[in-house]
């Protein structure tokens, strides 16, 4: 299944919009990381979890001797600093990989691979921490004092992370993509074809049906907003009630599940919006720039920052 995994993966980059430097620079990273296609391989070799499991990502991994890129430096394809790894069918399931590269404000996100195929988003981790923390004061203490040992003490005042992903999972919408909308149908056992010609809004009401799916999309933005318990239970019955009703579609055609996944998610979506304070949704949106799972997001091409 990963051999045939990786040969997919590979397939996805022979139109003649990619570089054929950026097709060995992929298939060099898709290389590197075949060992840890056994997530207890991974473990054994001392990768660690961080966060939680992001909708249409996954887990994210870090090695404790990993590479610490910065701005201007060379990638090394065979090195990329996060593993992700999701549960499909009962197994942890390498996903893709990232690439993190450290930049101060005011410097381009990297140049990565050859070409203008890969995606660069960034997460400035200063503006995450002042609103995780902005009612939390001795968190806010902790915080500063992890970014002064983590980031400041560096002396480059690199705060802001560009993160750039490759999937091991095939993805329709290309190797580079933010998000793997493929995810969610195979979580629910779903042909993978399914995500061909659907939306992104799909793939996120698809991830409403899925077990964890409610204690993921909630869970990261209720700690950092600080949400009231009551919120919170309101917001997991708001989505529950859209979970049911994509699961109750499951049954039908490509076409029809589709269409209930986009209306659940628009559902949960609007329900989410209106609950929400302009505050709560400010502090949210300081996660990232996949703040809201927006099915607008378009990440940074190489003249972005």
């Given amino acids: 299944m990963r051999a045939l995994a990786l040969a997919t993966a590979l397939a996805t980059l022979a139109a003649p919009a990619f570089p054929q430097s950026a097709r060995e620079e992929v298939q060099m990273v898709l290389q590197a990381v075949q060992p840890f296609e056994s997530y207890q391989a991974a473990l054994q070799d001392g990768w660690k979890p961080f966060g939680g499991d992001e909708p249409l990502m996954g887990l994210h ?32 399931v390498l996903t893709g990989v990232a690439f993190v590269v450290r930049i101060a404000e005011g410097e381009p996100v990297p140049e990565g691979f050859t070409g203008s195929k890969d995606r660069w988003h960034v997460h400035n981790v200063e503006d995450f921490v002042a609103g995780a923390t902005a009612d939390r004061p001795f968190l806010n203490w902790l915080a500063n004092a992890w970014l002064d040992d ?15 992903h490759v999937w091991v999972i095939p993805n329709p919408d290309g190797v580079f993509a933010d998000h793997n909308r493929t995810l969610a149908y195979l979580k629910l056992g779903l042909p993978a074809d399914y995500a061909e010609g659907a939306s992104m809004e799909a793939a996120l009401g698809l991830m409403l049906a899925t077990p964890s799916g409610c204690d993921e999309f909630i869970d990261p933005d209720a700690w950092i907003a600080n949400l009231p318990g009551s919120t ?52 949210i949106a300081t996660i990232s720039e996949h703040a809201g799972h927006s099915p607008q997001h378009q990440g940074h091409d190489h003249s972005g920052n």
């Fill in 61 to 92: 991994f870090v090695h404790p001797d990993g590479p610490d890129y910065v701005s201007g430096d060379a990638l090394d394809f065979t090195r990329p600093s996060n593993l992700m790894y999701t549960e499909i069918g009962g197994r942890q």
């Fill in 150 to 164: 983590e980031y400041r003490s560096k002396g480059d005042n690199r705060g802001r992370l560009a993160m750039a």
């Fill in 232 to 283: 919170v239970r309101q917001l997991k019955n708001g989505c529950a009630q859209m979970g049911d009703y994509v699961k109750n579609a499951l049954g039908g055609s490509k076409a029809e599940i589709n269409a209930a996944a986009e209306a659940g998610w628009r559902g949960f979506d609007k329900f989410q919006s209106e609950l929400l304070t302009d505050e709560q949704k400010s502090r």
